[in-house]
């Protein structure tokens, strides 16, 4: 079992930036890869992006490609999502999310993701 808690959100304006932290729990936080959701109000869940299990390979959406990063540090059982130039249209709730590491491959919204956070609030100003 794996369990997920965000961190970093808040509110902000327009242009400004925000670093999440998804930290885990237990030690085989490293044989994940990791994914990152949002959802803003009435709208369904949008997949933001992911990384493998080693962090050698990282995929973000058209949405937010070249303003978002994702990076991890197993060392500290923490995934990331560096939000620069952040956009009104950017808030939502944004949730971290774990799943086997096979098949080793990005881009993968489909999952299955078997653990989930429980969010963190990202509020972006105008």
């Known amino acids: 079992q794996v369990q997920l808690v965000e961190s970093g959100g808040g509110l902000v304006q327009a242009g400004g930036s925000l670093r999440l932290s998804c930290a885990a729990s237990?030690?085989?936080?490293?044989?994940?890869?990791m994914g990152w959701f949002r959802q803003a109000p009435g709208k369904e869940r949008e997949f933001v992006g992911d990384?493998?299990?080693?962090?050698?390979?990282?995929y973000c959406s058209d949405s937010v490609k070249g303003r978002f990063t994702i990076s991890r540090d197993n060392a500290k059982n923490t995934v990331y999502l560096q939000m620069n130039s952040l956009k009104p249209e950017d808030t939502a709730v944004y949730y971290c999310?774990?799943?086997?590491?096979?098949?080793?491959?990005?881009?993968?919204?489909?999952?299955?993701?078997?653990?989930w956070g429980q969010g963190t609030q990202v509020t972006v100003s105008s």
């Open positions: 999310a774990a799943r086997s590491q096979f098949p080793v491959r990005v881009n993968w919204p489909q999952g299955p993701w078997d653990y």
């Open positions: 990384i493998s299990w080693t962090g050698s390979y990282a």
């Open positions: 237990g030690r085989t936080f490293s044989s994940y890869a």
